[in-house]
Structures are given as structure tokens and as C-alpha cells.
């Protein structure tokens, strides 16, 4: 819906509450012509109910006020005498509509010294779950959100295990778009696996103002853009559903290129502007070498320095996994590789496997060889392993898969570009060749009709040589290059993707061990209460947060005891 049309819905809306609320309107001493007056006979009957006027802010919240108004349609149906609990139900189901019937046929009083205590100890509870709800989903909507991270592309800045608390007002809180949802969950709800939402009404795209701009390298948290994008991959299955952009797939990568930049990928390094970009010191880029060893790869010869215990699995499948047939039996029970943990930094297996499993698990098929994700300085040190014969970085051929998807291109995930990241109000000039970088932006992102006949390009009926951008786009990559869907499969992200910055790592612990007492075991004390952005070594305000948490129980505790004093 555009504004003019949410415009004409919220004058409607208007029309509804006066014909049903007029005659309260008179019974509680005001005037009739009060309750048609848009936001001033909100004001107004904040009054007849005798709640604080602020509450009219939270009826146009998008997903706050759907907790909102039914809040407020009870405080009214009691105001004027009706408490049944009945009568709550009644009001709720008919989307307010009961108001009418108490308007129009019943003789009612107004009560204006009702009190505002709830009746009951359920009523206390509901009421105290209502706004604690409505709190929460306002901090986490405008303010700060908490994520996990489940996967391993930003692998050494943020580990899988992970909890991050991602700021929505570094750049700009965005107002939610559907507005009809479920509060505090994203795409589905818990246990069913139903949408938590409806597709339509839909808000316009409408952000705040942030006060920082995204800079290359920051980590930033956004909206998956190829989630429902079918023609982006080729995909004429029909199995794509469409999502609106708030309720896409919550991804969080590095901004390597901004909106502007020119950037080239050579080697597997960027290059911005025809400069190598340069990754703060907390980013670890990895790629996947070949390591060949002077003996079979065995538990007892696989160097034990790779070997990461706070990583997810990789003990596990360097020990119990690591027989070629126990390999394959798991694979065979659980159906996937993820169960038993293939998501694991350094390597999954070792040794003597069939080529089959080995391409699944990126490995090589002999049993002196295998592939293992490493940076740098563990490269550095492996060739310094008594039992190494070579080191060498896996190099990775074309690849159609790599955006923009052209076969001739000959791009691979090592290298590819220059490609260019269009800037709100920047042109480029369009031809049958540079046509495929910017389609999905133009059909899709920023929803034009675009239509080609031979050579020629139209957008919206009308032919163009040429497209100006109307929004910032960025390219968002992961740290580990070899294990990371990122920009180089699916292109640009929008801003209005963007959902905002990582701030802290409030916990963290091994998401995959086997059991809950395992989980409890791993929890990477060292990592609580970090933050995600800066250069150097993380420094934990665990102590900190913990010292004031005690500080602020046991101040409650003191209130709790401490009897009145007695004049």
C-alpha cells in the first residue's frame, strides 16, 4: 500500500471509531464532534479512560499497536461499566466492533473513578506480561535486537555459537513494513513452523535517521536479498515464496564494498578502487590449502595445533569420525553432513575416503592429502610441521554460479570484477552487456518494469540507454572465502535490506555439542559481553555487567526488606 492509500485507510479507520464511540464520548461529559477529530480524539479519550496520553504514540507503531488497541478497547469497555471477562473476549474477536453495541444499545454509564487496579491475580499477571511484551518488542524493533550466529563465514570475529546484540539506530531504525505479526519472533512461529505473519497490508519502505553511515569492513546485519528471488537464480520450479523484505532471512556479513565503489577480487583478496582492502586486526580471512603429509593422516599425525576446542566438532569428528566407514554410516543415518558437523572450521575428516564424500566434505580422496580451511599463520606454522611435504592454496576455476551468473565472464569466488556498486542518484549506462549486473536491481529492488526487445531496453514503457539509482547498494562478504554464501553468488544487498550494526557478543557457547551439558561446558566465558567491532584483541566487560547485575538484585532485595518507618 502506498501512503496516499494507508492515508485514505487511517481516515476510515477514523470514520469507524466516531459513528461507535460518539454517544460514550457525550455520557463522559465531553462533546460528540471530539470523537472525529484525528489524534485529538485519541488525546481525548486517553482521557475518559484516564490513561496517560503517550499511549496514543504506541497506537501507530507498527506491531506494537496490534498489542495496543485491544489494550485500549478493554480499558474502554470498563470504563463504561463492562468487566465480564465476556465482554474482554467480545470486544477482542470482534476487532473492537462490540464498542458499538455498547454505544448504540445499551444505557451505560460513564465511570470515572473506576479504579485501574486489575480485579484479579490473572489480571495482574496478563497485564504485566501485555506491557512487558510491548516493551520488549519496542527495544527490539527500534533500538537493539538479538541474533546468534549459526554458521561459520565470519569464522574468528564472530564464531558459530555466538549471540550478538545488533543496533538498529547506528543506521537508521527501520519501521517495519508488515504490519501484521506476530511481536519478538521474525518469519515463523515457535513450534508450529507457520508464518508469523500476513503478507498484506504492506507499510512503505520508511527508516529513521541514523547517525552513522556503513563503512568498508564494518559487519553489518541485513535481510538475505536472494530469499525469494527466484529469477535471480534461474529457478523456474515455482517453489519460491514470495517474503516481504523484514521477513527475509537474517544474514550477517562484511561490508567490504559501499555504495560507490569499484571492487576486484584477485587471488581471493578485494581490491576497492584499485586498492587491496585492508580487514581490521580481529578479521582472519581463510581460505581452504591442500596439505600433504609424509604419512597417512591419522588422529595420531594430524597436527594438533589446528585442532580448535572451542570450535564446534572438530574434536568430535577428529576422533569418533574419523574412521572411513563411521564417516559414512553417520552420513547414511542422519541424511546431511551438518549433524555431524561439517560446518567445523579446519577440516571434517581425514583419510582414505570415496571421492564422492570427499568433494562433499571438500576434501581430497587421498589418504596423505586433505583440504583444511587455515589463515595465514596457521599456513605459516603447518609448513614448519615436521610431517609437511607442501601447503598450497586450493585455487577454484569458473564458476556460472558467481553473480552475475554470465558463463563467458569466466569468474570464479577467487577471482572476478571490477564490478561497480551503484550509489543512490549515480547512472550507468545500460546495454545487452551491462544489463545482467543491474536487472535485479532494477525489476526487483526497485520495482520497475523492465521489458527487452532485441537490443533495446525498456523501463516502465519507456526506452533508455541508461538507470539512475534510487538507493544505496553494498557488497557484503564473508571472512572465510572458501566457506561463505555471500555477494559473489547473489550481488548487490539495498539499504533497505539492511537491518543494523553488531555491537556486542552478549554470549556464546558450542551451538552444536551433543547435549545440553555439553552446551553448558562450552561456553566461551571469554567472549561474553565483547565487543564486535575495533581493532586488537577482544576485551570481556563480563565482570563489569556481572558486578552490576548483582548490584542491582541485591538493591531490590534491600528495597523488598526494608519495612516503612512509622511516624
Known sequence: ????????????????????????????????????????????????????????????????NLLMFPVIWIETIRTFGFYKKSDSFLVIITFGIYILYINYLTDTKYNANRSLKPRSELGEWISSITFAIIAATLVHTYFMQPFTIPTSSLEKSLLVGDYLFVSKFHYGARVPSTVIAAPMVHDSLPFTGTASYLKKPQLPYTRFPGFQKIKNNDIVCFNWPADTLATMWGDTSGKFTYKPVDKKTNYVKRSVGIAGDSIEMINGYFYINGKKNTLPDRAKLQFYYTYESKKPINQSTYPKFLIDKERTGVYKILSEYWNNSKVQDAIKKNGNLAKIGSDSLYTEVAGGINADLARKLKMLSVEDKININLTKEEVDRLKKYPLTVSVKKVNHGADNAIFPHIEKLGWSQDNFGPIYIPKAGSSVELTSESLPFYEQIIKNYENNDLQVVGENIFINGKKVDSYTFKQDYFYLIGDNRHNSLDARYWGYVPFDHVLGKPVMIWFSWNANAASFGAKLKSIRWNRMFTTVHGDGKPVSYRYFVFAFILLYFGYSFYKRKKKPTRK
Open 1 to 64: 500500500m502506498t501512503f496516499l492509500q494507508w492515508f485514505i485507510f487511517f481516515l476510515i479507520i477514523q470514520g469507524i471509531h466516531f459513528l461507535g464511540t460518539w454517544k460514550l464520548y457525550l455520557k463522559a461529559g465531553r462533546k460528540s464532534w471530539e470523537a472525529a477529530i484525528p489524534i485529538y480524539n485519541g488525546i481525548i479519550l486517553m482521557r475518559i479512560i484516564n490513561r496517560p496520553k503517550w499511549w496514543i504514540f504506541l497506537l501507530f507503531v507498527p506491531v506494537v
